[in-house]
């Protein structure tokens, strides 16, 4: 077994770092005519180190981006050549590729960058975040109760951009000695503003639309939250065969990079809904792994999700959800939230989804339940009132850039270029 993993490793190797070229060689010809940037233009900044595989963090911000570029123009720093190609294609805001620290440094002496977003934890944030004289706002990239949404990184931002009272709660717990009325600041769930209005890859007719959208496995006990392999092949099986139901199979990309009998699970899953279409072209399951997040949310009748952000995406429509309930002891689950009212499914559960639909479907209590949830996460979550917020937190730190800008006038020149030598190689 070790002897065929470690080849199974060199294998995935070699294809990456081939991945890894042909890519570098198409962002290449794209940057070599791609007109220069506009000079001093851009006052925001998305700062991003990571590759292809985790573009879905990015993917979920684009049309809050392209929304807040109209008044305030928003450049994406992309450190990853794969990652920067990807998003040079796809992007509504423009893009600069800054492998090393140079180039970064070349960009902000370009530009007039006042505000750094930043969507995850990557360790290279900190080659960002050691300059000054703008503001480093931490903004995720979706609201949850897993154990990443309390970590005491937030206090390495300036600022962070929480969704609400359940978040600034959440954190209460975890950051000492943190100034929450300064610091934290609610926008709520501006994403979800843009849920509706993307044409369906499917015909609306009788059946009943249930979204599944798992997690991946994780990579320790604590946060082994993924339900493919011990609910997923199960409870999909009986919607595919109820001849009632339309599911919509949405995996976490980075499903199976650890665990070969994950990804299996998912494969089978992939191949049972391509199976069914088959069986009955009128059924229209559908797999998705599309770059575009929201109208999957609106549209189920009912979701079926893990402890992910995905919970908290679908909180932010008020639909009825289901929350598989991890079989991992060690996975750690945050009761004092949403998950200690939720409705969960368990693995011996799995196979008998179908009834348990029929049950939820009917029941009053539940539906009020999940507004009062809805409200403790995301405030107001009428049409527009998320970017409106959104919209606010940047306008309140735009001006208190002028502010302290003009308490520090005669600072006078600063040298922020690197002290040390970077040729970081791409992740």
């Known amino acids: 077994m070790g002897i065929r993993n470690d080849i199974r490793r060199a294998r995935k190797l070699v294809r990456d770092v081939r991945s890894s070229r042909k890519a570098q060689r198409a962002l290449n010809g794209r940057l070599a005519v791609r007109e220069p940037l506009p000079k001093k233009h851009f006052k925001v900044a998305v700062y991003f ?79 960002m975040m050691r300059y000054g004289r703008r503001w480093h706002v931490f903004i995720n990239h979706g609201e949850s109760d897993k154990m990443y949404m309390t970590t005491n990184q937030f206090k390495a931002y300036d600022y962070s951009f929480i969704a609400g009272d359940a978040a600034q709660a959440r954190l209460n717990r975890v950051l000492w000695d943190y100034d929450f009325d300064k610091r934290a600041i609610e926008i709520g769930r501006p994403q979800a503003d843009y849920y509706y209005g993307d044409p369906l890859p499917y015909t609306p007719d009788s059946r009943q639309v249930i979204l599944y959208a798992p997690t991946w496995e994780g990579d320790r006990a604590a946060a082994a939250y993924g339900s493919i392999a011990t609910h997923g092949v199960a409870l999909v099986t009986a919607l595919l065969a109820s001849g009632r139901h339309r599911v919509i199979y949405r995996p976490h990309p980075r499903s199976g990079v650890i665990s070969p009998e994950y990804g299996a699970a998912n494969k089978r899953i992939i191949a049972a809904i391509e199976a069914a279409n088959a069986r009955d072209g009128s059924a229209q399951h559908i797999y998705d792994n599309g770059p575009t997040l929201g109208w999957q949310l609106a549209a189920a009748d009912v979701a079926i999700v893990d402890i992910s952000a995905m ?46 639909l029929d049950e939820l479907t009917h029941d009053d209590a539940v539906q009020a339940r999940l507004h009062r949830w809805v409200e403790h996460y995301f405030g107001d979550t009428s049409p527009g009132a998320a970017t409106r917020r959104f919209h606010g937190a940047v306008e309140h730190l735009m001006a208190e850039w002028d502010r302290n800008a003009a308490l520090h006038a005669a600072d006078g020149f600063i040298d922020e270029h690197a002290l040390i030598e970077d040729d970081v190689e791409e992740v």
């Open 311 to 356: 919970v908290y995406d679908r909180l932010a429509v008020g639909k009825p959800l289901m929350i598989t309930r991890p079989a991992n002891p060690g996975a750690e689950i945050d009761t004092s939230g949403y998950l200690s009212d939720c409705e969960w499914l368990t693995t011996d559960a799995a196979s008998g989804i179908v009834a348990t």
């Open 49 to 127: 180190a990571d590759g292809p595989v985790n573009l879905y963090q990015m993917r979920q911000w684009y049309k809050p981006l392209a929304k807040l570029a109209e008044r305030w123009p928003v450049l994406i720093l992309s450190r990853s050549g794969g990652g920067t190609l990807a998003l040079m294609k796809e992007s509504p805001v423009p893009v600069a590729y800054v492998r090393k620290v140079n180039d970064l440094e070349r960009v902000l002496e370009e530009q007039d960058i006042r505000i750094v977003f930043y969507v995850n934890q990557n360790t290279r944030n900190f080659q």
